[in-house]
């Protein structure tokens, strides 16, 4: 298990991401909404502009500020980091 950092020090299973998009299409805007209606979505935003939302295996959807592409680092940085583990092993 890796935890990525999305912001203000919150966490995230990187191995649990299903997808990272930005929040400006209606049809991600309707999940959202649907997500705060059924009680699981997690605003990781702290009041922020909403830049990135992150859709978990769990059904689970946070909201972060940080840019996508942020975000696309971090877990790359992790999976490179995860294959010298292997390598070196």
Request: aromatic content about 4%; proline content about 3%.
């Amino acid at each position: 298990m890796k935890l990525i950092n999305i912001g203000f020090g919150n966490m995230v299973n990187a191995d649990r991401i299903v997808s990272i998009v930005t929040p400006e299409s209606a049809p991600i805007k309707r999940i959202v909404q649907e997500a705060k209606d059924d009680g699981t979505l997690i605003d990781a935003s702290h009041g922020r502009r909403t830049r990135t939302v992150i859709v978990m295996d769990s059904d689970h959807i946070i909201l972060s500020y940080l840019q996508p592409e942020t975000l696309v680092s971090r877990i790359e940085e992790y999976n490179s980091e995860d294959k010298e583990l292997t390598i070196n092993e």
